[in-house]
Nanobody, 124 residues
Framework: QVQLVESGGGLVQAGDSLRLSCVASRRTDSFGGMGWFRQAPGKEREFVAVMSWSETTDHAVSVRGRFTIARDNAKNTLYLQMNSLKPEDTAVYYC??????????????????WGQGTQVTVSS
């Protein structure tokens, strides 16, 4: 079975930075794609960023220019660098992976594997 384990969340002030990590039980480039989603209380899970097997990336408009997705294939690790954090970024952040790549990477229901989530809280 595939395991994904996130870490790096915490409590920070607006304008601060955090780097989230997701360690996978197999090489990150062995998936069709890997991404980050987030979910705030009472809200639906939403797309944050994605990287395909070929290193094509996309970021949600709400985080573009502030967040950057990256990976280290040798370490089986996916990262999300988060800069200029805002209170509206507060959520549980989830790492996700899918076996095959297709142009529906912003939909949570299209992903096959999920981590347990890590809490990010941004105060003003």
């Amino acid at each position: 079975q595939v395991q994904l384990v996130e870490s790096g969340g915490g409590l920070v002030q607006a304008g601060d930075s955090l780097r989230l990590s997701c360690v996978a039980s197999r090489r990150t480039d062995s998936f069709g794609g890997m991404g980050w989603f987030r979910q705030a209380p009472g809200k639906e899970r939403e797309f944050v960023a994605v990287m395909s097997w070929s290193e094509t990336t996309d970021h949600a408009v709400s985080v573009r220019g502030r967040f950057t997705i990256a990976r280290d294939n040798a370490k089986n690790t996916l990262y999300l660098q988060m800069n200029s954090l805002k209170p509206e970024d507060t959520a549980v952040y989830y790492c996700a992976a899918r076996q095959y790549w297709y142009n529906d990477y912003d939909r949570p229901d299209k992903y096959d594997y999920w981590g347990q989530g890590t809490q990010v809280t941004v105060s003003s």
